[in-house]
């Protein structure tokens, strides 16, 4: 009994002594945390760009429910989310020198799901600082980009823990409709919110200030 017993508490000081994290080898990519597991297993838990077992795989992008956006003032909804879900889509507003994003809803849950939504045309959603949810919503709904060019992206992910109720989105796009110049004549161009308005030099009128005024009428 006693070298029995001796065999037993050797086995688990060496089973103990010799147990290998599997985490040391840095088997995660692409800053996924790393978690070891029994039987010389370890699982990686990808941030919201990557997936594949050892978060290797950039996840690829289909297009939102609501497609591409074109026009300069929009309201948009994704509809109910599921889970592990991930899309992209762009917005084009030609000229635009303001362009305001308002989350009216939002079911974005913290730490898990993420939105980013930048000016530019390549979507880059590797960037966490640049990740936003419903907390960040919740205390800022409203972005607002001044003279940040035409175009602009949203990438929205959900993890696998739950479904999202999705979100609700309104844009309002501005530009300076005074470019090309509409007005005439030496007339002084004044731009407004998606319109202008044209001060006429003497002896003109008009919208454009096209036509000339005869003396009799002035």
């Not at 790393?34 to 297993?41: F, T």
């Not at 994003?101 to 600082?129: M, Q």
């Not at 407004?192 to 006429?200: E, H, N, T, V």
Request: charged fraction near 20%.
């Amino acid at each position: 009994m006693p070298v029995l017993l001796f065999f037993l508490l050797s086995t688990c000081l060496l089973t103990e002594v010799t147990a290998v994290d599997e985490c040391d080898s840095g088997p995660c990519m692409n800053g996924a945390a790393c978690s070891d597991q029994y039987a010389d297993s370890y699982t990686c838990e990808c941030v919201e760009a990557w997936q594949g077992v050892n978060c290797e795989v950039p996840i690829v992008y289909q297009v939102c429910p609501f497609g591409h956006v074109y026009e300069y003032v929009a309201n948009i909804t994704t509809g109910v989310l599921p889970r592990r879900f991930s899309c992209q889509a762009n917005f084009r507003f030609q000229g635009a020198t303001e362009v305001n994003f308002t989350f009216v809803s939002h079911d974005i849950e913290p730490n898990k799901d993420a939105i980013w939504l930048e000016a530019g045309f390549f979507a880059d959603s590797s960037n966490d600082s640049g990740a936003l949810d419903s907390g960040d919503l919740v205390k800022q709904p409203t972005l607002t980009f001044k003279d940040a060019g035409s175009n602009y992206w949203i990438v929205i992910f959900t993890d696998m823990t739950g479904i999202s109720r999705g979100l609700t989105l309104e844009i309002s796009a501005d530009r300076d409709d005074c470019y090309p110049i509409s007005c005439m004549n030496g007339a002084t161009c004044i731009d407004l919110l998606r319109d202008y308005r044209c001060i006429c030099a003497p002896g003109y009128d008009g919208i454009n200030c096209q036509d000339g005024v005869s003396r009799h009428r002035m």
